[in-house]
C-alpha cells in the first residue's frame, strides 16, 4: 500500500515543486514517509504521511483517497489538512491548526509533527545558503513563521512526552531554535 500511495502521490503532485524552488514537491512527502517509518509507524500512517497534502494542493478528494486507500488512510489525511485556503487567511489557518492539534488523536499529531519536522529542516538548509532572503518566499513574515513554528513546537513538546515521540518533538524543537535564532 506505500508503494501505491508514493504513485499516487506523484501522480497528483506532478508539476509541483517546493515553494520558490526548483525541487519536485514529491520530495516532501517521501521525506515525511521516511520519518513516519524511522518511528515505526503503521502502514496506514505512513500512507497518510504521504497524502498528506493531495487534499491541500491537488484536485484529490477524501473520497477518492478513502476509495483508493481505505477509510482509515482518509480520514488521517483530512484530519491533518488545513480549511479551504481560500475561504481563510493564513493566520486563521494556523490557528485552527494549533487549536485542532491540542486535541488531535496521536496519529494525526505524529503525521502533521513529520510534516513540519521536514519543513523546518528544509527551511533551515535554505537560510544556511540564502540567509534572510529566504524569509521573501514566505506569505507571511519571519515573525509570523516565527510564531507558527514556536507554537507547534511548544504544543509538540507537550502532547508528545513519551518515546521516540518525545526525541522527535525535542528534534523539532531544536532546529525551530537554530532558524529563528539565526534569523
Known amino acids: 500500500m506505500i508503494f501505491k500511495a508514493i504513485e499516487y502521490a506523484t501522480k497528483v503532485h506532478s508539476g509541483q515543486y517546493r515553494k520558490a524552488t526548483r525541487i519536485p514537491y514529491i520530495i516532501h512527502p517521501l521525506a515525511v514517509a521516511r520519518i513516519l517509518i524511522e518511528q515505526e509507524s503503521r502502514t496506514e500512517v505512513v500512507c ?21 486507500f481505505g477509510k482509515e488512510v482518509a480520514d488521517l489525511v483530512q484530519s491533518v489538512s488545513e480549511p479551504n485556503k481560500s475561504d481563510h487567511t493564513w493566520e486563521n489557518r494556523k490557528s485552527y491548526t494549533l487549536k485542532h492539534l491540542r486535541s488531535a488523536p496521536p496519529e494525526t499529531l505524529l503525521i502533521t509533527l513529520a510534516d513540519k519536522f521536514d519543513n523546518i529542516m528544509s527551511i533551515r538548509s535554505d537560510y544556511d545558503r540564502m540567509g534572510e532572503t529566504l524569509w521573501k518566499r514566505f506569505n507571511r513574515p519571519k515573525e509570523k513563521q516565527q510564531w507558527y513554528y514556536e507554537a507547534l513546537a511548544i504544543l509538540f513538546s507537550e502532547r508528545m512526552s513519551h518515546g521516540g515521540f518525545a526525541i522527535l518533538a525535542r528534534q523539532f524543537k531544536t532546529e525551530v531554535e537554530l532558524v529563528f535564532k539565526k534569523a
Open 48 to 68: 497518510a504521511g504521504i497524502l498528506h497534502d493531495t487534499l491541500e494542493d491537488t484536485r484529490a478528494t477524501v473520497e477518492e483517497i478513502d476509495l483508493l
